[in-house]
C-alpha cells in the first residue's frame, strides 16, 4: 500500500484539545500543573548539555548569542525560561490560542521572544537555529518522519535537537494514561493516545534519516515523595532524546 501523501503535521484534534484550555498556561495548578513540575528539569537538562556542546563560558548568560527554536511551544513555558538564559527565541506552535497567550504573558515580563502561529513545516522564515527543541510535542503530531525532516531543516550544522517524550510500553500505558489520566487526574482525559507514543529505536532512526546522530538519551522519572522529576536512566516511560545535526 502506497504511503500517504503528507502535506502538514497538524492534527486538527490535538490542536482543538490544546486551544480549548490555552488560558491555564500559566497556572501552576492548572491543567498544565504537570508540565509546571516537569519545567525546572526540562530548564536544567537543555541548559546544562548546550553548555557541554557549545563550550560556553558565561554563567550569567549561560545561552546568550544561542539562537533557538521551541516547536509546541504552547504558552511559552520553555521559551521565557531559555529567553532569560540569554538566548534568542523564536517559539511556533499551530495553536493561535496558544501563541497569544503566550504573547501577552512576555508582553508582561518585558521579554523579546518571537512567537508565530506554524508548524514547522508552513515555517516561513530563512533563520537557522543552534538549537531545536520538541518537548513533549511528537506525541501529538501526524506523521512523525514529516515532522522530523521538516524540524531538521531549521537546524545549523552541529545544532542541538532536544526530542522529549513517551516511550511504547506497557508501562507508560499504565503510568501516562490510567494513571496520569483517569486515576490522579494529574492530566485531562484524552490528553495522550498511546498509539502515539515513540520508542527510543523509533526516534533515532528517524533522526538518521534526516542526518542527525543520536548524543544519549535519558530517561525522565516522577518521585512521588519529593513531587519531582529526575534525570535517571529509566526510559521505559518518559525521555529525552538529544540529537546533533552532521
Not at 176 to 199: M, Q
Not at 217 to 227: L, R, T
Request: hydrophobic share 40%.
Amino acid at each position: 500500500m502506497p504511503k500517504k501523501n503528507i502535506s502538514n503535521t497538524i492534527n486538527k484534534k490535538e490542536i482543538e484539545k490544546f486551544s480549548k484550555i490555552a488560558s491555564e498556561w500559566w497556572d501552576p495548578e492548572g491543567k498544565f500543573k504537570p508540565l509546571h513540575k516537569f519545567n525546572p528539569t526540562r530548564i536544567k537538562y537543555i541548559k546544562d548539555n548546550s553548555i557541554e556542546h557549545f563550550r560556553v563560558k558565561s554563567k550569567v548568560m549561560p545561552l546568550k548569542n544561542l539562537k533557538i527554536l521551541d516547536i509546541g511551544c504552547g504558552g511559552g513555558l520553555l521559551c521565557e525560561p531559555m529567553s532569560k538564559l540569554g538566548a534568542k527565541v523564536t517559539g511556533i506552535d499551530a495553536s493561535e490560542k496558544n501563541i497569544n497567550v503566550a504573547k501577552v504573558h512576555s508582553k508582561k515580563k518585558k521579554l523579546d521572544i518571537n512567537y508565530i502561529c506554524s508548524s514547522p513545516e508552513n515555517l516561513n522564515i530563512k533563520d537557522k537555529f543552534d538549537i531545536v527543541l520538541n518537548m513533549e510535542i511528537i506525541e501529538h503530531v501526524d506523521d512523525i518522519d514529516f515532522f522530523m525532516l521538516n524540524c531538521s531543516k531549521f537546524l545549523k550544522k552541529n545544532g542541538l535537537m532536544y526530542v522529549a517524550t513517551l516511550n511504547k510500553t506497557l508501562k507508560s500505558y499504565l503510568f501516562a494514561i490510567v494513571g496520569a489520566e483517569y486515576v490522579l487526574r494529574w492530566l485531562p482525559i484524552g490528553t495522550h493516545d498511546w498509539n502515539k507514543f515513540v520508542k527510543p529505536s523509533e526516534l533515532i532512526n528517524c533522526a538518521k534519516s534526516n542526518s542527525m546522530k543520536v548524543k544519549k538519551i535519558d530517561g525522565v522519572v516522577f518521585n512521588p515523595i519529593y513531587q519531582t522529576w529526575n534525570i535517571n536512566t529509566d526510559k521505559s516511560v518518559n525521555y529525552i532524546a538529544l540529537f546533533k545535526k552532521d
